[in-house]
């Protein structure tokens, strides 16, 4: 249960720093459509986070995140981050709870290398 509350608190953390802006959440074209005047690393590193997502590869998800975090990024990039930042950390919850040992191991992963720290 601590690990589910850490979770939640790093999320809303996450969404305060990036910003909340339109309370809407964009569907998955929408968030992809805001990276396609990006720059090339920005554009590969939201696709590396989608794909790591869908793999539930949370570890190397919320990294990839992170790094977009601290790039100069649009008022709609920074709230895809963040849509994307609270579902991975959603699955990851619920992972947790379902006793998931690979989202336990990358809670672990998570917590000894915060990727939101700046490196």
């Known amino acids: 249960m601590k690990a589910a509350f850490r979770l939640s608190l790093l999320t809303t953390i996450v969404l305060i720093l990036v910003g909340c802006g339109d309370k809407r959440k964009n569907s998955g074209v929408n968030n992809t459509r805001a990276f396609a005047n990006s ?3 920005v554009q590969q590193t939201w696709e590396k986070a ?3 997502d869908k793999s539930n ?3 190397a998800a919320e990294t990839s995140l992170y790094w977009l ?3 100069t990024l649009t008022a709609d990039q920074k709230q895809a981050v ?3 930042l609270t579902a991975v950390n ?3 919850t619920e992972a947790l709870e ?3 040992p690979a989202a336990r ?3 672990q992963e998570l917590r000894s290398n915060p990727p939101n720290r700046q490196r």
Do not use: W
Request: glycine share 4%; hydrophobic share 35%; proline share 0%.
């Open 39 to 41: 720059s090339t690393e």
């Open 50 to 52: 989608l794909q790591a």
């Open 57 to 59: 590869d949370y570890v």
């Open 69 to 71: 975090t601290r790039q």
């Open 82 to 84: 963040a849509n994307q």
């Open 90 to 92: 959603q699955r990851l």
């Open 98 to 100: 379902k006793g998931d």
């Open 105 to 107: 191991a990358a809670l």
